[in-house]
C-alpha cells in the first residue's frame, strides 16, 4: 500500500527586537495526494529580504509566492531539477518586479528550502538562511553560507576564530534577485528516517542561538514548542534581526530505495568552522619567498656598487631558496594530482578526514544536540530575570505558575530529566516573553 510519511511541523516569524518590519517569510506546502507525493514531496522555505524602502519584505514575499506554484507546476525528471527551476523562477519574478520601479532596484532575499520527498531530503539554497537535519544526538548544517566570512574561511584566508576579526558577519555573496544567472546550490538526496528534526531559518536565529543549542531544543521539544523557544531565547538575546523558523518533526516515513549522498562527517566539539592547515608547505613557501627576495634584492644592490663577492655571497643564498620554493609549490600539485586521479580511494578517505568547511561536502558542520547542563543553568537564569523584570514592572503574568513551573524544572533537572526540565523552562519564558513582546511593541 503507498503510504504519505508522517510530518508534523511548526512555523514561526518575528519582527524581533531592533526592527520596525518583517523581512522575513516563510511557506510550507504539505501533499494531499500521494500521486503530488511521489511526484514532489513535502515543501518548506524561508526566504531573508533585503534592501531598504521595505523592498526586503517584497523580494521575500515574491519568494514564497513564486516558488511553490513553480515548484508544483513545472515539469521535471527530478526533485532537484524541479527545486532549481522553482528557485529560478522566483529569481526571475523578483527581477522583473524590479525592473518595473527605480525603487525596487537594490531588492534581494535569502532562499533555503528543504524538500522530503520518496527519494530523501533535497536542499535548495542562495544566501545565508540555513536549513539543519537533527539526528541521534547531532545536528547537521546541510547549507553552505554564502557569506563573505564563510568564503574567506573556505579559501583559507581567514579561520573561524579569526574571521569575525578580518570580515564583518552581515556580507553575503549570493542572494535572488540582483543576479538573473545567480548560482543556486542544490544538495542531496540526504537519508531520512523515523525522528529526523529537520530546521529551516533565517540568519536572525543563528546570529544568536548556537548550533548545538537549536539542534538540543529541536531534537528534544515538539515542534510548536520547539520554534517558540528559539524565537524567545533569539529576542531575549538582543533580537537584532528578523527571525524566523521553521521545524518539521518526521514521525513515520517511508522506506528510501533509491541511492542518497550521506557521507560521515566529523563532530566537531563546538559548533565553530574550522579549517586544516596543510603541514608544512604554506609557511615554507611563504618565507622561502621573502628570503628569496631579501637576498636578491641586497645581492644585486651590492653587484651594482662593485662588491662583487658580497654580492655572489647573497645572490647564491638566494638561488638556492629559488629552487626550493620551486620544488615546494610543484611537490604540492603533484600531490593534488596524485590524489584527483591516479588514486580515487585515497580522496575519498582524506576527504572525509577534513572539516566540512575544506571537505565542501554537506554537511557543512557538524555539532553536538545533546542537553547541556549549562545550557539548563541558562534557561534558569533567563527564567528568573525575566520572573523578576515582571514583578518590577509590573507585568500582567500568572507567578503562581511561574513558581510552580520553577520548582518542577528544578526537579527534573536534578533527576537527569534533561528534555523534561527544558520543556518547563520553555514554557515559563515563553510566558513571560509575550509579556514582554506586549509591552514593547505597543
Not at 42 to 59: E, W
Not at 78 to 91: F, K, Q
Not at 270 to 293: D, E, H, M, N, Q
Not at 350 to 368: F, I
Given at each position: 500500500?503507498?503510504?504519505?510519511?508522517?510530518?508534523?511541523?511548526?512555523?514561526?516569524?518575528?519582527?524581533?527586537?531592533?526592527?520596525?518590519?518583517?523581512?522575513?517569510?516563510?511557506?510550507?506546502?504539505?501533499?494531499?495526494?500521494?500521486?503530488?507525493?511521489?511526484?514532489?514531496?513535502?515543501?518548506?522555505?524561508?526566504?531573508?529580504?533585503?534592501?531598504?524602502?521595505?523592498?526586503?519584505?517584497?523580494?521575500?514575499?515574491?519568494?514564497?509566492?513564486?516558488?511553490?506554484?513553480?515548484?508544483?507546476?513545472?515539469?521535471?525528471?527530478?526533485?532537484?531539477?524541479?527545486?532549481?527551476?522553482?528557485?529560478?523562477?522566483?529569481?526571475?519574478?523578483?527581477?522583473?518586479?524590479?525592473?518595473?520601479?527605480?525603487?525596487?532596484?537594490?531588492?534581494?532575499?535569502?532562499?533555503?528550502?528543504?524538500?522530503?520527498?520518496?527519494?530523501?531530503?533535497?536542499?535548495?539554497?542562495?544566501?545565508?538562511?540555513?536549513?539543519?537535519?537533527?539526528?541521534?544526538?547531532?545536528?547537521?548544517?546541510?547549507?553552505?553560507?554564502?557569506?563573505?566570512?564563510?568564503?574567506?574561511?573556505?579559501?583559507?584566508?581567514?579561520?573561524?576564530?579569526?574571521?569575525?576579526?578580518?570580515h564583518p558577519r552581515n556580507v553575503i555573496t549570493r542572494c535572488l534577485g540582483p543576479?538573473?544567472?545567480?548560482?543556486?546550490?542544490?544538495?542531496?538526496?540526504?537519508?531520512?528516517?523515523?525522528?529526523?528534526?529537520?530546521?529551516?531559518?533565517?540568519?536572525?536565529?543563528?546570529?544568536?542561538?548556537?548550533?548545538?543549542?537549536?539542534?538540543?531544543?529541536?531534537?528534544?521539544?515538539?515542534?510548536?514548542?520547539?520554534?517558540?523557544?528559539?524565537?524567545?531565547?533569539?529576542?531575549?538575546?538582543?533580537?537584532?534581526?528578523?527571525?524566523?523558523?521553521?521545524?518539521?518533526?518526521?514521525?513515520?516515513?517511508?522506506?528510501?530505495?533509491?541511492?542518497?549522498?550521506?557521507?560521515?562527517?566529523?563532530?566537531?566539539?563546538?559548533?565553530?568552522?574550522?579549517?586544516?592547515?596543510?603541514?608544512?608547505?604554506?609557511?615554507?613557501?611563504?618565507?622561502?619567498?621573502?628570503?628569496?627576495?631579501?637576498?636578491?634584492?641586497?645581492?644585486?644592490?651590492?653587484?651594482?656598487?662593485?662588491?662583487?663577492?658580497?654580492?655572489?655571497?647573497?645572490?647564491?643564498?638566494?638561488?638556492?631558496?629559488?629552487?626550493?620554493?620551486?620544488?615546494?609549490?610543484?611537490?604540492?600539485?603533484?600531490?593534488?594530482?596524485?590524489?584527483?586521479?591516479?588514486?580515487?580511494?585515497?580522496?575519498?578517505?582524506?576527504?572525509?578526514?577534513?572539516?566540512?568547511?575544506?571537505?565542501?561536502?554537506?554537511?557543512?558542520?557538524?555539532?553536538?544536540?545533546?542537553?547541556?547542563?549549562?545550557?539548563?543553568?541558562?534557561?534558569?537564569?533567563?527564567?528568573?530575570?525575566?520572573?523578576?523584570a515582571a514583578k518590577e514592572n509590573g507585568w500582567e503574568v500568572d507567578f503562581e505558575?511561574?513558581?510552580?513551573?520553577?520548582?518542577?524544572?528544578?526537579?527534573?533537572?536534578?533527576?537527569?530529566?534533561?528534555?523534561?526540565?527544558?520543556?518547563?523552562?520553555?514554557?515559563?519564558?515563553?510566558?513571560?516573553?509575550?509579556?514582554?513582546?506586549?509591552?514593547?511593541?505597543?
Open positions: 500500500m503507498n503510504t504519505q510519511p508522517l510530518v508534523q511541523y511548526a512555523s514561526r516569524t518575528d519582527v524581533g527586537m531592533r526592527r520596525a518590519a518583517n523581512q522575513d517569510s516563510l511557506a510550507v506546502r504539505l501533499c494531499k495526494e500521494y500521486t503530488e507525493w511521489e511526484q514532489c514531496g513535502h515543501l518548506f522555505a524561508v526566504a531573508d529580504g533585503m534592501g531598504g524602502h521595505s523592498v526586503g519584505d517584497l523580494a521575500s514575499r515574491i519568494t514564497v509566492e513564486t516558488l511553490p506554484l513553480a515548484y508544483f507546476k513545472i515539469d521535471a525528471n527530478s526533485i532537484g531539477e524541479r527545486l532549481l527551476g522553482a528557485i529560478t523562477a522566483a529569481n526571475r519574478a523578483i527581477s522583473d518586479k524590479a525592473r518595473e520601479n527605480p525603487e525596487f532596484a537594490d531588492m534581494g532575499t535569502t532562499c533555503s528550502v528543504l524538500a522530503l520527498s520518496p527519494y530523501g531530503a533535497f536542499v535548495g539554497h542562495v544566501g545565508d538562511s540555513r536549513v539543519y537535519r537533527v539526528r541521534n544526538s547531532e545536528i547537521q548544517q546541510l547549507t553552505f553560507d554564502h557569506s563573505l566570512q564563510w568564503e574567506m574561511i573556505r579559501q583559507g584566508r581567514a579561520t573561524a576564530e579569526t574571521v569575525d576579526l578580518l543576479d538573473q544567472n545567480v548560482q543556486i546550490d542544490i544538495e542531496g538526496p540526504f537519508h531520512v528516517q523515523k525522528g529526523d528534526r529537520f530546521v529551516i531559518c533565517s540568519d536572525g536565529l543563528t546570529n544568536h542561538v548556537s548550533d548545538a543549542e537549536i539542534g538540543a531544543i529541536a531534537g528534544n521539544l515538539p515542534p510548536t514548542e520547539a520554534s517558540r523557544l528559539l524565537i524567545d531565547l533569539t529576542n531575549y538575546r538582543g533580537g537584532s534581526d528578523n527571525v524566523t523558523v521553521v521545524v518539521a518533526n518526521v514521525e513515520d516515513f517511508p522506506a528510501i530505495t533509491s541511492p542518497v549522498v550521506d557521507a560521515p562527517a566529523p563532530v566537531l566539539p563546538t559548533a565553530a568552522v574550522t579549517t586544516k592547515k596543510k603541514p608544512g608547505k604554506p609557511w615554507a613557501s611563504r618565507i622561502s619567498l621573502y628570503l628569496f627576495l631579501i637576498f636578491g634584492t641586497f645581492g644585486l644592490v651590492l653587484l651594482a656598487l662593485g662588491k662583487i663577492s658580497e654580492g655572489l655571497f647573497l645572490i647564491c643564498p638566494a638561488l638556492i631558496l629559488g629552487f626550493v620554493r620551486f620544488i615546494v609549490l610543484t611537490s604540492g600539485r603533484d600531490n593534488e594530482s596524485e590524489l584527483s586521479e591516479s588514486n580515487p580511494s585515497k580522496t575519498e578517505k582524506e576527504t572525509a578526514e577534513m572539516p566540512p568547511m575544506l571537505a565542501l561536502k554537506s554537511p557543512y558542520r557538524v555539532a553536538s544536540a545533546e542537553i547541556r547542563r549549562e545550557f539548563l543553568d541558562f534557561l534558569s537564569a533567563a527564567q528568573s530575570e525575566l520572573t523578576q505558575m511561574l513558581s510552580k513551573l520553577n520548582i518542577a524544572a528544578a526537579n527534573e533537572q536534578k533527576q537527569e530529566h534533561t528534555a523534561q526540565c527544558m520543556a518547563k523552562r520553555a514554557k515559563a519564558i515563553d510566558s513571560l516573553m509575550k509579556e514582554l513582546y506586549n509591552k514593547t511593541r505597543r
